[in-house]
């Protein structure tokens, strides 16, 4: 059991684990997670950490198959500019290893924005704490899940 899986329980809302065996050699998780368990790219997302004005982490949850606006993000969480954070900061801010972060269960918890677009499903993926596991959750549950906010946050 992953905490994400553990939060989730707890939680008693409605979700699914689906595991598949990640390849090593594949360094495009989310993608990988899309094509191993036969869903739309769109469905899967991805649990980005950034660093917003150089100071505040914060979480960007967006589809596999789109490309994270650095400009949206930073906007949403209050700031001028964000780039991607650290390897090492990510890993000690949640807890979980690359390829594996979920937006759930994080050991510090961040501002979390969920791209709008998973509004247009019942249920979406996220990693659920562990390369080659996913865990399946309406976008409402995940939004109580991490205090997360719906904001447009693709790039077009």
Known sequence: MTP???????????FEIHSYTHDPSNQSYGLEASEKLGLAPEKVFKTLIVTV???????????VSSMLSMKQIA????????????????ERSTGY????????????????????????FATI????????????????DLATLTDG???A????
């Open 125 to 140: 993926f996220v990693s659920a704490g562990r390369r080659g596991l996913e865990i399946e959750l309406s976008p409402q």
């Open 153 to 156: 946050i693709c790039a077009e």
């Open 97 to 120: 290893i690359l390829g594996g972060v979920s937006p759930i269960g994080q050991k510090k918890r961040l501002k979390t924005f969920i791209d709008a677009s998973a509004e247009d």
């Open 4 to 14: 994400a899986i553990n939060i989730a329980k707890k939680a008693k809302i409605a």
């Open 149 to 151: 906010k719906m904001v």
């Open 53 to 63: 004005d150089t100071r505040e982490l914060v979480v960007a949850i967006i589809p």
């Open 75 to 90: 906007k949403a969480a209050g700031g001028k500019k964000a780039e991607m954070a650290n390897a090492s900061d990510v």
